[in-house]
T-cell receptor, first 119, second 108 residues
């Protein structure tokens, strides 16, 4: 049906607050990616799920960042004790197949992003 | 760490001009994608390349695997082409790296 959706679209948090960002991928998509995009920069990889398995979390900047996709569909990115440097747009993308099926050769569909501002 | 480099960073063109955006990468890849990002953040995939050349309307994308280089061309540019164009490369492990983007402004 619809494309990738993310919520909330905008989030303002006070430093030290915990936030949770949601991603609804396209139904049936195996791969789900989280990216962080700072102002004026390209997206940077945070983590990757193939179904419910988190296969790569090497891009998560600290242990304050945690992501899950418990049923292999909706995913949540949680940031604990937010800091000002966490301010960015958080993008979610999904694609039809996983890494073992040549995932890089398939189109990623991006959500609109969540703009997080930490005061 | 700059696995993907794009040039130019900013580009202003007159309507109708032919535009080229370049991308060089340093990692082994399975595929390269060109993305378009409009103000407000929405990203759309334009092309996926693993070899050769693809054309879609006024857009042409080429890749030279040996030289680790790709170009995106826009013929007969139009103000609605104004956007940020991002080069993205992916490897067999589904790891993706992005360039910082080329901000294109086409003036009527």
């Amino acid at each position: 049906g619809a494309g990738v959706s993310q919520s909330p679209r905008y989030k303002v948090a006070k430093r030290g607050q915990d936030v949770a960002l949601r991603c609804d991928p396209i139904s049936g998509h195996v791969s789900l990616f989280w990216y962080q995009q700072a102002l004026g920069q390209g997206p940077e990889f945070l983590t990757y799920f193939q179904n419910e398995a988190q296969l790569d979390k090497s891009g998560l900047p600290s242990d304050r960042f945690f992501a899950e996709r418990p049923e292999g569909s909706v995913s949540t990115l949680k940031i604990q004790r937010t800091q000002q440097e966490d301010s960015a747009v958080y993008l979610c993308a999904s694609s039809l197949v996983g890494a073992t099926s040549g995932g890089a050769r398939h189109t990623q569909y991006f959500g609109p992003g969540t703009r997080l501002t930490v005061l | 760490k700059n696995e993907v480099e794009q040039s130019p960073q900013n580009l202003t063109a007159q309507e109708g001009e032919f535009i080229t955006i370049n991308c060089s990468y340093s990692v082994g890849i399975s595929a390269l994608h060109w993305l378009q990002q409009h103000p407000g953040g929405g990203i759309v995939s334009l092309f996926m390349l693993s070899s050769g050349k693809k054309k879609h309307g006024r857009l042409i994308a080429t890749i030279n695997i040996q030289e680790k280089h790709s170009s995106l061309h826009i013929t007969a540019s139009h103000p609605r082409d104004s956007a940020v164009y991002i080069c993205e490369v992916g490897n067999t492990g589904n790891q993706f790296y992005f360039g910082t983007g080329t901000s294109l402004t086409v003036i009527p």
